[in-house]
């Protein structure tokens, strides 16, 4: 059965890609890593995209993760993330994830040679008919310099082209115009840690979050919170996070994540090029951020 809108409710982690100490792909640690998440309560897995390093990985790898993941995830949705310059990339991928077993791709908006709105809708038409699969747009600005208007959110639901969305947007403005025009056409899905009690709140069906890699139970429970409408204490446990969620973000995403999962004893190994290891600094910052969250676990 087709994935659809209503299938897209709660937490999809967006999960690291483990790597082994000569650079290759640990899949032994993917599928135990995938089967944490699926345990833990989380609704799917999001391989591939930018906590992934889908740049630094070959067309063979992609598809190759995404089999694994399907197989651990044994039957719960697997949306792996496209993150191609180009429209043919981008539909190769998409097709190799769909031919592994992916219930549908998360599709970033085309960037580098940014389209128009009307150019970005016919984008995500043409390619939801190619790859002929569910299509989530994952919009990212600060990452691509490029945003969807609400008006061209609607309207991409409104063709069919997608089924939902990834938000890592700060403009709340546009969010909530967003909800307004398209809330009822199909799943928005937050992807900002500081904002998901507050988005989830505002109509968002649930996230898509990388930090959830290590605390999966801790975010279900924030948005089991936010969407019983009780915002104050969502919002209280999501706080909870930040130390972590500030210091994994102090440098491109993944690596001080995967450095932090290697201080909770979870296999992720190190970044590829051009990524690099964390700086002294920021690993001194991951070491007191997990040192505060396991006395806290402990009071």
Same mark, same amino acid.
């Given at each position: 059965?087709?994935?659809?809108?209503?299938?897209?409710?709660?937490?999809?982690?967006?999960?690291?890609?483990?790597?082994?100490?000569?650079?290759?792909?640990?899949?032994?640690?993917?599928?135990?890593?995938?089967?944490?998440?699926?345990?833990?309560?989380?609704?799917?897995?999001?391989?591939?995209?930018?906590?992934?390093?889908?740049?630094?990985?070959?067309?063979?790898?992609?598809?190759?993760?995404?089999?694994?993941?399907? +197989? !651990?995830?044994?039957?719960?949705?697997?949306?792996?993330?496209?993150?191609?310059?180009?429209?043919?990339?981008?539909?190769?991928?998409?097709?190799?994830?769909?031919?592994?077993?992916?219930?549908?791709?998360?599709?970033?908006?085309?960037?580098?040679? &940014?389209?128009?709105?009307?150019?970005?809708?016919?984008?995500?038409?043409?390619?939801?008919?190619?790859?002929?699969?569910?299509?989530?747009?994952?919009?990212?600005?600060?990452?691509?310099?490029?945003?969807?208007? &609400?008006?061209?959110? &609607?309207?991409?639901?409104?063709?069919?082209?997608?089924?939902?969305?990834?938000?890592?947007?700060?403009?709340?403005?546009?969010?909530?115009?967003?909800?307004?025009?398209?809330? =009822?056409?199909? !799943?928005?899905?937050?992807?900002?840690?500081?904002?998901?009690?507050?988005?989830? !709140?505002?109509?968002?069906?649930?996230?898509?979050?990388?930090?959830?890699?290590?605390?999966?139970?801790?975010?279900?429970?924030?948005?089991?919170?936010?969407?019983?409408?009780?915002? =104050?204490?969502?919002?209280?446990?999501?706080?909870?996070?930040?130390?972590?969620?500030?210091?994994?973000?102090?440098?491109?995403?993944?690596?001080?994540?995967?450095?932090?999962?290697?201080?909770?004893?979870?296999?992720?190994?190190?970044?590829?090029?051009?990524?690099?290891?964390?700086?002294?600094?920021?690993? +001194? %910052?991951?070491? &007191? %951020?997990? %040192?505060?969250?396991?006395?806290?676990?402990?009071?």
């Amino acid at each position: 059965m087709a994935l659809t809108k209503d299938d897209l409710s709660g937490l999809f982690t967006a999960i690291v890609t483990p790597f082994k100490d000569d650079g290759s792909v640990d899949f032994d640690a993917l599928r135990s890593l995938v089967r944490f998440q699926i345990d833990a309560g989380a609704t799917g897995i999001v391989p591939i995209g930018g906590t992934g390093e889908y740049p630094a990985l070959s067309r063979g790898e992609r598809a190759d993760i995404v089999r694994a993941c399907v +197989e !651990a995830a044994a039957g719960a949705p697997v949306l792996p993330g496209v993150l191609a310059t180009g429209f043919a990339d981008a539909v190769d991928a998409g097709r190799d994830f769909i031919a592994a077993g992916a219930s549908g791709v998360m599709t970033v908006t085309p960037y580098y040679a &940014a389209g128009t709105q009307e150019g970005m809708r016919t984008y995500f038409r043409n390619y939801r008919d190619a790859v002929d699969a569910p299509v989530l747009a994952y919009e990212i600005p600060r990452r691509t310099g490029v945003a969807l208007k &609400a008006e061209t959110i &609607a309207a991409l639901a409104d063709d069919g082209s997608i089924i939902g969305m990834k938000c890592s947007s700060y403009d709340m403005p546009e969010f909530i115009e967003t909800m307004k025009l398209a809330g =009822d056409k199909l !799943a928005v899905l937050s992807g900002e840690e500081p904002l998901f009690a507050t988005h989830v !709140a505002l109509g968002a069906c649930g996230g898509v979050l990388a930090s959830a890699t290590v605390y999966p139970r801790h975010w279900i429970e924030v948005f089991k919170l936010a969407r019983d409408g009780k915002l =104050d204490a969502a919002i209280a446990h999501q706080q909870r996070l930040d130390p972590v969620v500030k210091t994994i973000f102090l440098e491109t995403n993944p690596g001080p994540l995967k450095y932090y999962m290697g201080l909770a004893g979870m296999r992720a190994g190190g970044v590829r090029l051009p990524l690099t290891d964390p700086t002294p600094e920021t690993r +001194e %910052a991951l070491k &007191a %951020a997990f %040192a505060g969250m396991t006395k806290a676990a402990a009071a």
